[in-house]
């Protein structure tokens, strides 16, 4: 079984497609069964990346553009072979290497690096189930979660509350799709002074509490 979205998928987890291409995305994964099970795959990948330091001594790596992104991503998907299954995976594969090459190779200096394990918490409450998944970033914390049970068209605030009280906000989004919800944000606040992380309606209203 194919889909003629497969191809995207790599660049919708790491977010890097135009942001109408990534709500399109978003609405097509979780109904579409060969794209949402190759998101899943791959969802582990933006935290994996996000936790490679790059070296302050070094000179920073250049950015690609935009451009220059769409024309490896188009020249990938026209170099695969006809008959591979997965052309997104070597899409995925080397623009990953490109950006974990890119963190600790620079000036032909190679440094090494070792990328934390994200720490996981779950938490249901009244039909409510959340599943946060948070690692160290190069200042705070990266957090990625997956969301069950909140109706659609719901105004969500993920906040962390940290080990003496303070409360800090990752950001905020509206449910878009029924089934498993699933979104990234990031706090200033260190993984070790995390608590607990909390899932709040906009207006203030607590949905689920997961104690870190």
Do not use: N
């Not at 899409?91 to 950006?99: F, G, I, S, Y």
């Not at 890119?102 to 990328?115: D, E, I, K, L, R």
């Not at 779950?122 to 969301?147: C, F, K, M, N, W």
């Amino acid at each position: 079984m194919r889909c003629d979205h497969e191809i995207d998928v790599g660049a919708y987890v790491l977010d890097a497609l135009e942001p109408g291409e990534q709500l399109r995305m978003q609405q097509h994964v979780p109904t579409c069964p060969v794209c949402s099970v190759a998101a899943q795959e791959l969802e582990e990948l933006p935290r994996l990346l996000s936790a490679v330091p790059a070296p302050a001594e070094l000179p920073e790596a250049p950015v690609p553009s935009e451009l220059a992104f769409e024309r490896f991503r188009r020249s990938a998907a026209a170099d695969a072979p006809p008959r591979r299954r997965h052309p997104w995976r070597w899409t995925v594969a080397a623009a990953a290497a490109a950006l974990v090459i890119g963190g600790v190779v620079t000036s032909g200096v190679v440094t090494s690096s070792t990328v934390a394990a994200p720490e996981v918490v779950e938490a249901v409450q009244d039909g409510v189930h959340l599943t946060a998944t948070y690692v160290p970033a190069s200042r705070g914390t990266d957090v990625r979660i997956a969301l069950d049970g909140v109706p659609l068209g719901e105004q969500c605030e993920l906040v962390a509350v940290g080990t003496d009280g303070a409360e800090e906000s990752a950001g905020t989004w509206k449910v878009t799709y029924p089934g498993t919800y699933t979104w990234t944000g990031w706090v200033a606040m260190a993984p070790q002074d995390v608590a607990g992380w909390d899932v709040r309606t906009t207006d203030g209203r607590t949905l689920v509490t997961a104690d870190a």
